[in-house]
């Protein structure tokens, strides 16, 4: 009994709170969707998936979307790592603020300021029509592709730049004293080592993808998506039979599963590992390739900050309904919600903040358990972390509000649901975070207090904590960041007046009022950049490091 406390209970708690928040919810609407109309076991849903063209062809153009992107992505994440990693650029040191982008600029903000450009009011739409020149229209494939590549790229830019530094360059010296040309070398000997990283980040980009929300709903219009119909299915049959919102939402998640699969079997046949060796060393270009690897990284990293100043500049910008003066500047978008919207902003800290100490208090437990004191249970445990992957967070919301809707425990409407679904987008890359370094910390420092009579929980207070605190703050940092700019699970389970940013500005667009929708995103942006500025600046915390 005393192995089993203080660590095996808490697991056992740990445990008990994944399979009511997640394996419950998530099983409960894949069970819904093999009940049919008559409350029986059936698969009417999936016989209506299959016959309807238009499912179908959400299904098909989710596929095509991810491959397009995650290709897309792919191309260009690696040919920006490749830049950065093996010559020097004027701007190189600029390029950290790429990942810090990603953060900072909301999949959201980055639709709608390229809808502000591009879209049918947009500047450059209003310009080219003004000289009478034609602009294709930007909704759609392209519109979709473009901007999901810009929002997505960086995780392919992370991944593959960490394996080129890390690439031994001794082999890639062999292979061209063999007389193999520069160029067969990369392909034959650099590109197949980094293929690994590059595929666990492309399972990413493709999951993101798919279950992405903000963009696919804003700017795909005339292409059905799976996530989109998935929404949409649920707020039309809300309070009805709810057989083929479950029947999309399994689709998703069986489609998700489905790849990440593949992306194992595939990297498990073909993984490469450094040993040791020397990093390649960064060359200086001149002339003309100096100036198109400077203008090719310089024009992606402008296009990746873009939308922030867009945004910014969209939010003084004078407008009369979606009519857009760009030129005359007001600050009636910023004196609106002082006047009427502080509650949004305050609900958006509220709910971010709850689901960030929960979250950051329950991944810090949870990575201490795993990592430093498995037990039976910690395999369950890793399983059930890994499930908030699968998913996106329009089916997570969808099964937090079918789970919990009805029974001794119900939560759908209420605000505890939003701040759950928040806290559960995130738990897995908190869990990630908060366990950084605790590989790093030696067992010997926790047996050598226990000897000296120091009970285990006070050992882990004054002992692993404080050795865990920069894994912690990053996840802090991180879960704050993400869950201020949730919008895929939140906005499918809010009710009246508990309105986020994000959802705020979602139906803003969906108006067509951009200026006032720019100023809730740059209040938006600001309340993502201070707690990352401090960390990075003040706290010297590494929010990339794991």
Known sequence: MNRFFPW??????ALAFLLLFIAYPISGILMRSFIGESGTFSFEGFTIFLSKGKYLEALLNSIILGVTVTFTCTVVGVFLAFIVARYEIPFGGIVFLLPLSVLIIPELISAQSWIMVFGNNGLVTNALKALGIPFPRFYGWFGLVYVMTLTFYVHIFLAALAALRGFD????EAGLSLGTAPLATYFKVVFPTITPAVLSAGLIVFTLVVGNFAIAINLGQRVPLL????????I????GNPTMQSTLATVSILLVASVLFLQKWYISKRNYHMVAGRTPPRAKLTGWKSLL???SAGFIIVLSLLPALVVLVGSFTQSRGPVMYWGQFTLDNYSRIWEFNLAVIGNSLRFATLATV??????????????KKRNPLSATLDYLLLLPL????????????????????????????MVLAMMLRRLPFGVRNASANLHNISNSLEEASVSLGVPPVRTFFNIVL???????????????????????ASVVIYQAGQETLPIQIFRLISSDLMARASAFGVINMIIILVPVFFGIKVMNVKLFSS
């Open 8 to 13: 095996g209970f808490l697991s056992l708690i």
């Open 169 to 172: 360059h001794s082999l890639e």
């Open 227 to 234: 996530s989109v119909m998935t929404y949409r299915s649920f």
């Open 236 to 239: 039309s049959e809300l309070g």
């Open 293 to 295: 690897a400077s203008g």
């Open 358 to 371: 929960l979250g950051v208090i329950f991944a810090t437990l949870v990575s201490y358990l795993l990592v």
């Open 390 to 417: 699968t998913i996106s967070g329009t089916v997570l919301g969808i099964a937090l509000a079918q789970g919990y809707n009805t029974g001794p425990l119900v939560l759908t409407g209420t605000a505890a649901l």
């Open 466 to 488: 404080p050795l865990m605190a920069p894994g912690i703050a990053a996840a802090a940092i991180l879960t704050w960041v993400t869950t201020v700019a949730e919008l895929s």
